[in-house]
Protein backbone atom coordinates (compact mmCIF):
# COMPACT_ATOMS: atom_id res chain seq x y z
CA UNK A 1 0.00 0.00 0.00
CA UNK A 2 0.77 3.32 -0.36
CA UNK A 3 0.25 6.76 1.73
CA UNK A 4 -0.03 10.24 1.02
CA UNK A 5 0.04 13.26 3.22
CA UNK A 6 -2.07 16.69 1.63
CA UNK A 7 -1.69 18.58 5.15
CA UNK A 8 -3.32 18.71 8.26
CA UNK A 9 -5.60 15.31 8.62
CA UNK A 10 -6.41 14.33 5.37
CA UNK A 11 -4.22 10.95 3.92
CA UNK A 12 -4.61 9.11 0.65
CA UNK A 13 -4.28 5.94 1.19
CA UNK A 14 -3.69 3.15 -1.57
CA UNK A 15 -4.20 -0.68 -1.89
CA UNK A 16 -4.97 -2.58 -4.72
CA UNK A 17 -8.32 -2.82 -3.59
CA UNK A 18 -9.12 0.40 -2.67
CA UNK A 19 -8.34 4.06 -2.26
CA UNK A 20 -9.58 6.25 0.76
CA UNK A 21 -9.22 9.72 1.61
CA UNK A 22 -9.35 10.64 5.31
CA UNK A 23 -10.65 14.31 6.47
CA UNK A 24 -10.71 16.58 2.95
CA UNK A 25 -10.45 19.64 4.64
CA UNK A 26 -11.56 23.37 3.50
CA UNK A 27 -10.70 26.78 4.49
CA UNK A 28 -7.42 26.64 6.24
CA UNK A 29 -5.65 28.28 3.97
CA UNK A 30 -4.04 24.92 2.42
CA UNK A 31 -5.03 23.89 -1.08
CA UNK A 32 -5.93 20.09 -1.74
CA UNK A 33 -4.30 18.27 -5.01
CA UNK A 34 -7.45 16.66 -7.60
CA UNK A 35 -8.65 13.39 -5.37
CA UNK A 36 -10.73 11.06 -6.27
CA UNK A 37 -11.56 8.01 -3.36
CA UNK A 38 -13.49 4.85 -2.77
CA UNK A 39 -13.95 5.98 0.87
CA UNK A 40 -14.23 9.13 2.36
CA UNK A 41 -13.43 8.87 6.11
CA UNK A 42 -14.63 12.26 8.32
CA UNK A 43 -13.20 12.24 11.92
CA UNK A 44 -15.99 15.19 12.85
CA UNK A 45 -17.99 17.54 10.95
CA UNK A 46 -15.58 20.55 10.70
CA UNK A 47 -14.79 22.55 8.30
CA UNK A 48 -11.07 21.38 8.04
CA UNK A 49 -12.19 17.75 8.51
CA UNK A 50 -15.31 17.27 6.39
CA UNK A 51 -15.00 18.92 2.85
CA UNK A 52 -16.08 15.85 1.08
CA UNK A 53 -16.96 17.89 -2.03
CA UNK A 54 -13.45 18.37 -2.69
CA UNK A 55 -12.89 14.21 -3.35
CA UNK A 56 -14.09 13.12 -6.77
CA UNK A 57 -14.96 9.34 -7.92
CA UNK A 58 -18.63 9.28 -5.71
CA UNK A 59 -16.95 7.66 -2.81
CA UNK A 60 -18.97 6.00 -0.11
CA UNK A 61 -18.78 8.36 2.91
CA UNK A 62 -17.85 7.31 5.95
CA UNK A 63 -18.94 10.02 8.93
CA UNK A 64 -20.35 7.73 11.53
CA UNK A 65 -18.96 4.98 14.14
CA UNK A 66 -19.81 1.31 12.93
CA UNK A 67 -18.65 -1.78 11.46
CA UNK A 68 -18.05 -1.30 7.40
CA UNK A 69 -16.55 -3.24 4.13
CA UNK A 70 -15.95 -1.99 1.40
CA UNK A 71 -14.10 -4.33 -1.57
CA UNK A 72 -13.25 -6.28 0.98
CA UNK A 73 -11.70 -3.42 3.39
CA UNK A 74 -12.90 -3.60 7.04
CA UNK A 75 -13.44 -0.13 8.46
CA UNK A 76 -14.21 0.47 11.92
CA UNK A 77 -15.13 3.70 13.61
CA UNK A 78 -15.32 4.52 17.23
CA UNK A 79 -16.56 7.45 19.12
CA UNK A 80 -14.13 9.64 20.95
CA UNK A 81 -13.38 12.95 22.24
CA UNK A 82 -12.37 16.49 20.53
CA UNK A 83 -11.11 18.19 23.92
CA UNK A 84 -8.22 17.42 26.60
CA UNK A 85 -9.39 15.82 30.19
CA UNK A 86 -8.06 18.71 31.80
CA UNK A 87 -9.78 21.28 29.81
CA UNK A 88 -12.94 20.44 31.83
CA UNK A 89 -17.11 20.16 30.83
CA UNK A 90 -17.08 23.63 29.17
CA UNK A 91 -14.87 21.76 26.48
CA UNK A 92 -17.36 19.47 25.66
CA UNK A 93 -18.94 21.75 23.29
CA UNK A 94 -16.36 20.83 21.13
CA UNK A 95 -18.03 17.62 20.83
CA UNK A 96 -16.52 13.95 19.56
CA UNK A 97 -14.68 12.88 16.77
CA UNK A 98 -14.13 9.03 15.59
CA UNK A 99 -11.24 7.19 15.51
CA UNK A 100 -11.44 5.23 12.39
CA UNK A 101 -8.98 1.82 11.59
CA UNK A 102 -8.79 0.39 8.23
CA UNK A 103 -7.04 -2.76 7.01
CA UNK A 104 -5.48 -2.54 4.03
CA UNK A 105 -3.08 -5.40 2.52
CA UNK A 106 -3.02 -6.86 6.25
CA UNK A 107 -1.75 -3.30 7.23
CA UNK A 108 -4.06 -1.95 9.61
CA UNK A 109 -3.89 1.79 9.84
CA UNK A 110 -5.46 3.93 12.51
CA UNK A 111 -6.53 7.45 11.88
CA UNK A 112 -7.33 9.35 15.00
CA UNK A 113 -8.67 12.62 13.70
CA UNK A 114 -8.73 15.56 16.27
CA UNK A 115 -8.50 13.31 19.41
CA UNK A 116 -7.82 15.78 22.55
CA UNK A 117 -7.03 12.75 25.26
CA UNK A 118 -5.42 10.27 26.61
CA UNK A 119 -7.27 6.75 25.46
CA UNK A 120 -9.73 5.15 27.85
CA UNK A 121 -8.92 0.91 28.23
CA UNK A 122 -12.36 0.46 26.00
CA UNK A 123 -10.92 2.42 23.17
CA UNK A 124 -7.71 0.79 23.37
CA UNK A 125 -9.28 -2.63 23.23
CA UNK A 126 -11.73 -1.08 20.45
CA UNK A 127 -8.79 -0.06 18.33
CA UNK A 128 -6.57 -3.08 18.96
CA UNK A 129 -3.35 -3.66 17.52
CA UNK A 130 -2.00 -1.07 14.89
CA UNK A 131 0.61 -1.23 12.24
CA UNK A 132 0.17 2.48 11.22
CA UNK A 133 -0.71 5.21 13.49
CA UNK A 134 -1.65 8.62 11.93
CA UNK A 135 -1.52 10.83 15.14
CA UNK A 136 -2.42 14.96 16.03
CA UNK A 137 0.71 16.58 17.29
CA UNK A 138 0.32 19.88 17.27
CA UNK A 139 -1.91 20.98 20.28
CA UNK A 140 -4.77 23.62 20.65
CA UNK A 141 -7.36 21.55 19.31
CA UNK A 142 -6.24 17.98 19.60
CA UNK A 143 -3.33 16.38 21.07
CA UNK A 144 -0.18 18.53 21.77
CA UNK A 145 3.74 16.44 21.30
CA UNK A 146 4.11 15.54 24.86
CA UNK A 147 0.01 13.58 25.01
CA UNK A 148 0.77 12.44 21.91
CA UNK A 149 3.75 10.52 22.83
CA UNK A 150 1.53 9.29 25.87
CA UNK A 151 -1.01 7.92 23.22
CA UNK A 152 1.89 6.48 20.84
CA UNK A 153 2.75 4.55 24.10
CA UNK A 154 -0.75 3.23 24.83
CA UNK A 155 -1.60 2.03 21.50
CA UNK A 156 2.08 0.55 20.71
CA UNK A 157 1.99 0.63 16.60
CA UNK A 158 4.95 -0.08 14.53
CA UNK A 159 5.15 2.90 12.49
CA UNK A 160 3.83 6.37 13.59
CA UNK A 161 2.97 9.20 11.23
CA UNK A 162 2.24 12.68 12.74
CA UNK A 163 -0.17 15.33 11.26
CA UNK A 164 -2.22 17.96 12.08
CA UNK A 165 0.37 20.32 12.86
CA UNK A 166 1.88 23.64 11.37
CA UNK A 167 3.24 23.81 8.05
CA UNK A 168 4.37 26.85 5.26
CA UNK A 169 0.57 28.21 4.27
CA UNK A 170 -2.01 26.81 7.42
CA UNK A 171 -3.75 29.60 8.76
CA UNK A 172 -4.16 27.66 11.92
CA UNK A 173 -2.34 28.20 15.39
CA UNK A 174 -0.96 24.83 15.86
CA UNK A 175 2.53 23.67 17.27
CA UNK A 176 4.79 22.85 14.21
CA UNK A 177 6.09 19.15 13.89
CA UNK A 178 9.73 19.50 15.80
CA UNK A 179 8.15 19.81 19.61
CA UNK A 180 6.76 16.04 18.72
CA UNK A 181 10.13 14.96 16.85
CA UNK A 182 11.97 16.47 20.01
CA UNK A 183 9.68 14.73 22.50
CA UNK A 184 9.94 11.45 21.23
CA UNK A 185 13.95 11.35 19.92
CA UNK A 186 13.45 11.41 16.61
CA UNK A 187 14.68 15.15 15.53
CA UNK A 188 16.87 14.00 12.82
CA UNK A 189 14.03 12.46 10.48
CA UNK A 190 13.97 12.81 6.81
CA UNK A 191 10.80 13.64 5.67
CA UNK A 192 9.69 11.56 2.63
CA UNK A 193 6.84 12.36 -0.04
CA UNK A 194 5.14 9.21 0.52
CA UNK A 195 5.35 5.59 2.58
CA UNK A 196 5.01 2.71 0.52
CA UNK A 197 4.59 -0.62 2.31
CA UNK A 198 3.84 -4.13 3.15
CA UNK A 199 3.63 -6.06 5.44
CA UNK A 200 6.69 -7.51 5.71
CA UNK A 201 8.12 -3.71 5.98
CA UNK A 202 6.44 -3.77 8.93
CA UNK A 203 8.97 -3.50 12.23
CA UNK A 204 8.51 -6.01 14.86
CA UNK A 205 10.72 -5.37 17.67
CA UNK A 206 10.44 -1.28 17.81
CA UNK A 207 8.44 1.41 16.51
CA UNK A 208 9.27 3.36 13.72
CA UNK A 209 8.59 7.61 12.89
CA UNK A 210 7.90 8.83 9.92
CA UNK A 211 7.42 12.28 9.25
CA UNK A 212 5.34 13.12 5.37
CA UNK A 213 5.83 15.88 2.83
CA UNK A 214 2.47 17.41 2.13
CA UNK A 215 1.01 16.61 -1.19
CA UNK A 216 -0.48 20.01 -1.80
CA UNK A 217 -2.94 21.34 -4.36
Known amino acids: MEIFWHGHSCFTLKSKEATIVTDPY ?11 ADVVTVSHEHEDHANIGAVGGNPKIFDWPGEYEVAGIPISG ?9 EGPEAEKRGKIIIFTMEMEDIKVCHLGDLGHKLTSELIEAI ?17 HKKAHQVIEQIDPRIVIPMHYKIDGLNMDI ?20 LRLKKSDLPQEN ?8 VLG
Open 26 to 36: GGIGLKLPNLT
Open 78 to 86: VEAFHYAES
Open 128 to 144: GTVDVLLIPVGGTYSLD
Open 175 to 194: APVELFLKEVGKSNLVPMEK
Open 207 to 214: TDFVVLIP
